[in-house]
């Protein structure tokens, strides 16, 4: 029997998919390519008929991440001015980022941060700076705004600086998420992980309990 040819562009996919799930659990440095060959189901030659080098591959895996991140900020940017578009903003990552466990290549996303974090940083550091750049003019705006009509109150915290915190919340909640359920620690599951989650970061940066209350009842 013959063997269905795949495609070049399709079995490029399938190593970079496979190369991903290996950067997420062993890092760059700790990730061998014969263990990427093995999780695409290729030979090792093939996998560098595809890419020169694991370094190669390891590009080629960061372009699919950033084009997912810009994707993300698409869907989960702040698009609405006042304490509202700020709430709703942060409400949409903690939603996504509570449900990404449900889809492998955005959990493997979440775990190649912290496989990073748990080695050299250099992937994490990568990641962290470019979306600083990305967005950091829209997220001071966003805060300046929500300020300005007493959506957040007391000490102003440095915007950079309270955006990686909420990130911080949400990455732990993918990866706790991929876990099985009794192994999860929160006690709380769905849509009230998801608004718990939500309140305690819109608290965090300075937002009173009324204006998130008023939040969540408008979306009710």
């Known amino acids: 029997m013959t063997k269905t040819r795949i495609p070049a562009v399709q079995r490029r996919g399938q190593i970079v998919a496979a190369a991903r799930r290996v950067f997420s659990q062993h890092g760059y440095d700790g990730a061998k390519t014969l263990q990427i060959a093995r ?73 190649m941060m912290l496989a990073s974090l748990a080695g050299d940083g250099s992937y994490a550091s990568l990641i962290y700076r470019r979306s600083q750049r990305r967005n950091a003019a829209t997220m001071e705006a966003a805060y300046a705004s929500a300020r300005a009509e007493g959506g957040l109150v007391g000490e102003a915290l440095d915007v950079p600086a309270s955006a990686m915190f909420i990130e911080h919340v949400g990455t732990m909640l993918a990866a706790i998420g991929g876990l099985p359920k009794a192994a999860r620690p929160y006690g709380i599951e769905g849509d009230e992980l998801v608004r718990q989650a939500t309140w305690f970061c819109l608290r965090g940066i300075g937002m009173p309990d009324a204006v998130i209350e008023s939040y969540f009842d408008s979306i009710a």
Do not use: N
């Open 39 to 111: 999780e695409a189901k290729v030979s090792e030659a093939l996998v560098f008929r595809h890419f020169p080098s694991k370094l190669a591959l390891y590009r080629a895996v960061l372009r699919q991440v950033f084009l997912e991140q810009d994707e993300r900020w698409r869907e989960q940017g702040v698009h609405g001015e006042g304490p509202m578009g700020l709430a709703a903003a942060i409400h949409t990552f903690i939603t996504a980022c509570a449900t990404d466990a449900e889809e492998p290549a955005r959990d493997d996303t979440h775990r």
